[in-house]
């Protein structure tokens, strides 16, 4: 994607990379730049390197486990190289890089697929979508997690598929499912557009990740850890608490006996409304031609937006949703329409407006148990739906439509 610097994009990035500044400074300050989750990678690499086990074994905060699969840990084995104060160091400024790309690829799809006119005020309105997920962003700088790196392959495999890039696609696709399983949601618009080459690279790389650790463990070994890795995906899902999925939503505020499996229906459910949508787009298709591109990126980035509130997950997991505020604020830009305006101020608050330092203590852990943030996140995909398709089908639309 040739990144250019022109105004919108300089004045966005100048105030992204203060904010990073800021948070890193912050967390130094504060003494809090502790990194938790990069931790337990940097641990489970060095035992990895050393024949030791890395599954069950405490490296961190909290459980301290390490859930991702086998051949991931050979991406982390170079941090061992160097001491973990440089390698946190160097792995804050790689998920702000992220954050950072993953804002100008989605700019770059908004603008090439989607939208029509050139935005108005483009670099305030990324500025404001990214303010929209700083909660969640400062959360997941201070733990050093991945989701930054999921959320920038995710927007690349996007954009391949708009591309017709089939390999590149499958191969980080694969990539992205290898460190999150439940990411295969994503896999039925692929399905259903029929896009066989993609889902033959994404087959290949995820076999390739499973096989690969054989070259070290042996054959008996690689199933070893890997049935380890399955222990500690399904333990891990059974006893965390997760208040802003969906199904925790249901269970704590609607129906407290509803029995754990229901989690699972709720996935179900989630996957059948992708079929819906993405059947739903293909028929509009065959009637008007040129619009494919934006109704698949637009199909991507709503169950983007939609896997953290079908799965047990931390918070800065949402951090998935900020294409879709992207989106909202471009179209606000262009539209100037008051009442949607409010309601996204609104629904912001309570996605990602809960700080204990702005609410204080009692009333941000009342928000966070009522499950808000998972609650305002399922509104902001509802309010995407009704913009996009209330405005996609008109003669004069702001997306594209042929």
Not at 194 to 204: D, F, Q, R
Not at 296 to 302: D, H, N, Q, S
Request: net charge positive.
């Amino acid at each position: 994607m040739p990144i250019k610097f022109n105004s919108p994009v300089i004045r966005f990035s100048l105030f992204a990379w203060i904010i990073f500044i800021l948070i890193f400074t912050i967390e130094h300050i504060n003494g809090r730049f502790w990194l938790n989750d990069f931790r337990v990678y940097y641990g489970a690499a060095d035992a990895m390197i050393h024949g030791q086990p890395f599954y069950g074994v405490s490296f961190g905060l909290d459980s301290g486990l390490y859930k991702y699969s086998p051949v991931i840990l050979f991406l982390f084995a170079p941090s061992g190289l160097i001491s973990f104060k440089i390698a946190c160091v160097l792995h804050f400024i790689f998920l702000a890089l992220c954050t950072w790309v993953s804002f100008l690829l989605i700019r770059h799809i908004m603008n090439k697929w989607v939208f029509v006119k050139k935005i108005p005020q483009e670099g305030l309105m990324l500025s404001l979508a990214f303010t929209g997920i700083c909660i969640h962003l400062v959360r997941e700088l201070h733990l050093g997690n991945i989701n930054s790196l999921l959320l920038l392959l995710s927007c690349l495999v996007l954009l391949f598929l708009l591309e017709k890039k089939n390999i590149p696609a499958g191969i980080l696709f694969g990539l992205i499912i290898l460190f999150k399983p439940f990411f295969i949601f994503l896999v039925i618009p692929v399905i259903l557009r029929k896009k066989w080459g993609v889902i033959a690279s994404l087959c290949g790389t995820i076999l390739a990740g499973l096989s690969l650790p054989a070259l070290t463990y042996g054959l008996a070994g690689n199933i070893s850890i890997h049935r380890e890795w399955i222990i500690n995906l399904l333990s891990h899902n059974d006893g965390y608490e997760s208040y802003q999925s969906l199904f925790s939503v249901i269970r704590n505020n609607i129906f407290p006996g509803i029995p754990g499996y229901f989690q699972y229906v709720v996935f179900i459910a989630g996957g059948l409304f992708a079929v819906v949508l993405t059947e739903l787009n293909l028929l509009g298709e065959r009637n008007e031609k040129g619009k494919a591109g934006a109704d698949l990126a637009m199909e991507w980035f709503i169950m983007l937006a939609l896997i953290p509130s079908l799965v047990k997950t931390d918070t800065e997991h949402f951090m998935a949703t900020a294409p879709l505020l992207v989106f909202l604020f471009y179209y606000l830009s262009s539209e100037k329409k008051l009442l949607p305006a409010m309601i996204l101020a609104v629904l912001l608050f309570f996605f990602g407006g809960n700080s204990t330092d702005l609410l204080g203590r009692d009333l941000s852990d009342a928000l966070f148990r009522a499950g808000m943030t998972g609650i305002a996140n399922l509104l902001i995909i509802l309010m995407t739906l009704v913009v996009y398709f209330r405005n996609a089908r008109q003669e004069v639309s702001p997306f594209r439509n042929g």
